[in-house]
């Protein structure tokens, strides 16, 4: 287990009153916060190390191309990736994606071609796919959900066939916690000879990572939700595959010789990094990789997957209310949704809020999960290694005060 009050510690914008309570962060699967080492190592790099990258060959440029350079082989490592050259610093999961549909798709897609994918999916794992079928001519083909909220696994294995091209699937659901079997899924769609893009915003910050376990062929994940830096992102390519593509952007960084009218691209993964990257943060990614490396993240899994437990038991205490996804830990992550009978999803979040507790209200920008669930919105609870058992109580109490105060209202409008 982890020693989450040790955490704790570590992060000093836990340790503040929010409307007259101390603050219990339980949005962690919009953002993370950010332990100290992380902020002192973005403090740490504009103090003494400022300069660009990959040109010049002054000590200050060298310094940062270095560590810059290196939290690339970070990445590598901790996802499993045999090369850190397969690596993309993109600004986030969304520009990661966007990069695949256009490097990849724009090359590889032609009139009647299919990309599948699931209901369950982010927005980011949607429009992008909208926008290359328009350009393309594909056609995108939906996967549904169980009533448990699972992947209908049955109808993505009919799905799939000698017109898939891809398949782009979320690693653990933002709404609902599933985590997706995309071991089993790459093997379906290889088997077709199609491609398979995990979006991994919701898994990489949460359970231990092995690209090559994983047998995808593009995974894609953000540093601000796994306790770094915003405007960081990656994106992981199997090896080979980059080389195969073309520049998503063009401009400095990404060329090696340029000609009036044409040029030539430089190596991997550079043509992929147009411009001044966001080298302060990426460097600071680094600390936070670190940070996580240190407590392990089979044991980041043990600790949230318990959490998730306990949170599923407290929040069913309430009557009537529903927990959307598996109800098993062991099938899902720690983000829980969920909806309180009678109570508009806004009016929770901002009743919980006044008791200090940051939850979220709303679609999560899955828009067709909420159609398919039947609801406008949802709230959700999301976790992370600082979160405590007393935390979960805190919402609980103060969603039991949200429902006492709807009832109220409710007896009021039915006298009147
Ligand atoms: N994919 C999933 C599964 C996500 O949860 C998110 C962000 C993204 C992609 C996009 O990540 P970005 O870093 O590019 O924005 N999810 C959420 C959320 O659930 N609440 O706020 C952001």
Redesign the pocket.
């Known amino acids: 287990m982890l020693d989450v009050e040790r955490i704790r510690e570590d992060f000093p914008i836990l340790h503040q009153q929010v409307n007259g309570r101390p603050l219990v962060y339980l949005d962690n699967?919009?953002t993370t916060q950010k332990p100290r080492q992380v902020i002192d190592a973005l403090v740490r790099y504009y103090e003494t190390d400022n300069a660009n990258i990959h040109r010049g060959i002054h000590a200050l440029a060298v310094r940062a191309t270095e560590q810059y350079e290196g939290v690339r082989a970070k990445v590598a490592a901790h996802i499993g990736a045999a090369n850190p050259s397969d690596v993309v610093f993109t600004r986030?999961?969304?520009e990661s994606i966007n990069l695949v549909a256009r490097a990849w798709g724009d090359a590889n897609l032609r009139p009647g071609d299919e990309v599948v994918l699931s209901i369950m999916e982010?927005h980011?794992?949607i429009i992008p796919w909208q926008q290359l079928a328009k350009r393309t001519g594909a056609v995108l083909r939906y996967v549904d959900i169980t009533g448990e909220g699972e992947l209908a696994i049955d109808q993505l294995r009919a799905i799939i066939g000698p017109r898939t091209k891809l398949v782009t699937i979320?690693h653990m659901s933002?709404v609902l916690g599933t985590i997706n079997p995309v071991g089993d899924i790459a093997e379906m769609a290889h088997a077709a000879g199609a491609l398979v893009l995990v979006?991994g915003?919701?898994s990489a910050p949460h359970l231990p990572i092995d690209v090559r376990s994983l047998g995808c062929d593009f995974f894609a994940f953000?540093a601000?939700?796994m306790l770094g830096p915003t405007g960081v992102?990656v994106l992981w390519a199997r090896p080979g595959l980059l080389e195969s593509m073309d520049p998503f952007l063009g401009g400095g960084e990404m060329i090696s010789i340029v000609r009036p009218e044409e040029s030539t691209w430089a190596e991997v993964p550079h043509k992929f990094e147009a411009g001044t990257p966001n080298i302060a943060d990426v460097i600071a990614f680094g600390a936070a990789l670190d940070y996580l490396g240190g407590i392990g993240m089979a044991n980041v899994r043990r600790h949230e997957e318990h959490l998730a437990g306990y949170a599923i038991d407290a929040l069913r205490s309430i009557e009537g209310l529903k927990v959307h996804g598996p109800l098993d830990p062991e099938r899902r992550g720690g983000a829980v949704s969920f909806s309180v009978p009678g109570v508009h999803p806004h009016d929770v979040s901002t009743i919980v809020d006044s008791y200090g507790v940051a939850i979220?209200a709303g679609h999560?920008?899955a828009q067709l999960l909420m159609r398919r669930l039947q609801v406008p919105a949802t709230n959700r609870a999301s976790l992370y290694i600082y979160n405590r058992e007393q935390e979960i109580d805190a919402l609980v109490e103060a969603l039991h005060e949200a429902t006492r105060i709807f009832a109220r209202a409710d007896s009021r409008t039915a006298v009147r």
Request: net charge positive; hydrophobic share 20%.
């Open positions: 699967a919009a986030n999961t969304t982010h980011s794992n979320v933002n979006d915003a919701q953000s601000h939700k992102g979220r999560h920008c």
